[in-house]
């Protein structure tokens, strides 16, 4: 506990000499939903191995609800209001490749974009493993990305511009409904899971308002090894991804002044003080050789599948289909065969099969 008071003291001072004045309120937000996942026992991994191992698509389906909340704030906020954005991406080659990618690592390293953060606070050592080679693959994968971006692409379907906001989130609501029917194909939802996601949402759409776009946790883990790799020596400025405006600012910033990285730490921390106040840190939980392997690969495969695809759990699927662009649920439909390979793999890293 007083480590993590500690950092969030550094942390608060340091966002006090930046001029942004959304910050110390993106930072609560994000603490928020860092001890929301805690206290929820919510999370996504498990869900999808439930899904493809026993058929149990409850977790899957409770999913479904985080960007349906969020949506109700993102697309018409997001539309029709001056100041914010909303993440649309294309559908692609890249986007169903990388989503793929993603979910093989997603399993290997047991954790995801979200959860990656959420087990590290609670001092989770695999996950200690895994997140700097998360950081190191998003770093790949945006040096990856601009090639992965030639292969046959079909274009962004953005509803809202096609729409309008209001049928617009119309439609994203009855997508969302019909994909949470699917998983649970006749099974009776869990009240826990529904209530937990619906919190989960309303915070997506909190730090939403305070941050001006949607929640993404992958391109704040793509900075830090960025400017790690800047502090080293190395030069991405004749790179393409980080030749674009927005991320070339990113680069040259202060690592705290991005809300993406902002918001990352604060996740992490929300999760390190509401598991030391409750009694659920792991940081005993030993961690073999297999495992540190399978953290390593499932780190490195997280990122490189979140750049080439977008984002990742939050980023691409609740970000986007709380955006209303259709990218978040072919992520999501994507996802699925690398889950089922890395389901398979598990056991080679010590790790169940189920």
């Known amino acids: 506990m007083a480590l993590g008071v500690f950092a969030l003291a550094?942390?608060?001072?340091?966002?006090?000499?930046?001029?942004?004045?959304?910050?110390?309120?993106?930072?609560?937000?994000?603490?928020?939903?860092?001890?929301?996942?805690?206290?929820?026992?919510?999370?996504?991994?498990?869900?999808?191995?439930?899904?493809?191992?026993?058929?149990?698509?409850?977790?899957?389906?409770?999913?479904?609800?985080?960007?349906?909340?969020?949506?109700?704030?993102?697309?018409?906020v997001g539309s029709l209001v001056a100041g914010y954005g909303r993440f649309v991406a294309p559908i692609g080659v890249s986007l169903l490749l990388g989503a793929a990618i993603f979910g093989v690592g997603m399993q290997l390293a047991n954790g995801c974009g979200s959860g990656a953060l959420v087990a590290a606070g609670q001092g989770s050592r695999r996950m200690w493993v895994a997140l700097p080679f998360f950081c190191l693959g998003g770093l790949l994968g945006s040096l990856i990305l601009p090639a992965a971006q030639r292969l046959p692409e079909w274009g962004a379907v953005d509803l809202p511009t096609l729409l309008g906001p209001w049928w617009a989130l119309a439609v994203m609501q009855g997508l969302l409904l019909l994909g949470a029917l699917l998983a649970l194909r006749?099974?009776?939802?869990?009240?826990?899971?529904?209530?937990?996601?619906?919190?989960?949402?309303?915070?997506?759409?909190?730090?939403?308002?305070?941050?001006?776009?949607?929640?993404?946790?992958?391109?704040?883990?793509?900075?830090?090894?960025?400017?790690?790799?800047?502090?080293?020596?190395g030069d991405l400025s004749g790179q393409g991804f980080w030749s674009v405006d927005w991320a070339r600012q990113a680069l040259d910033g202060r690592l705290l002044a991005g809300h993406a990285s902002l918001s990352d730490v604060g996740v992490l921390l929300?999760?390190?003080?509401?598991?030391?106040?409750?009694?659920?840190?792991?940081h005993r939980t030993p961690l073999g050789g297999p495992g540190a392997a399978g953290a390593v690969l499932g780190g490195l495969l997280m990122g490189v599948g979140a750049r080439l695809s977008f984002g990742c759990n939050v980023g691409a699927f609740l970000g986007g289909a709380a955006s209303g662009s259709l990218h978040g649920l072919v992520w999501m439909l994507a996802v699925l065969p690398g889950c089922w390979l890395g389901i398979r793999l598990r056991p080679l890293f010590g790790l169940s099969g189920d």
């Open 270 to 282: 929300g999760a390190l003080l509401a598991a030391a106040a409750s009694g659920r840190l792991r």
């Open 10 to 76: 550094l942390v608060m001072v340091e966002i006090t000499t930046l001029p942004d004045p959304a910050l110390p309120w993106v930072l609560a937000a994000a603490l928020a939903l860092g001890a929301a996942f805690i206290l929820l026992d919510y999370g996504f991994t498990a869900g999808f191995r439930a899904l493809l191992v026993e058929g149990d698509g409850r977790a899957v389906a409770a999913s479904f609800i985080v960007p349906a909340v969020a949506a109700l704030v993102i697309v018409p």
């Open 186 to 233: 006749g099974a009776m939802p869990e009240r826990r899971r529904l209530l937990a996601g619906a919190v989960i949402g309303v915070l997506a759409g909190l730090l939403f308002l305070v941050s001006g776009e949607p929640w993404g946790v992958t391109m704040g883990l793509t900075l830090w090894a960025a400017q790690g790799f800047q502090a080293l020596g």
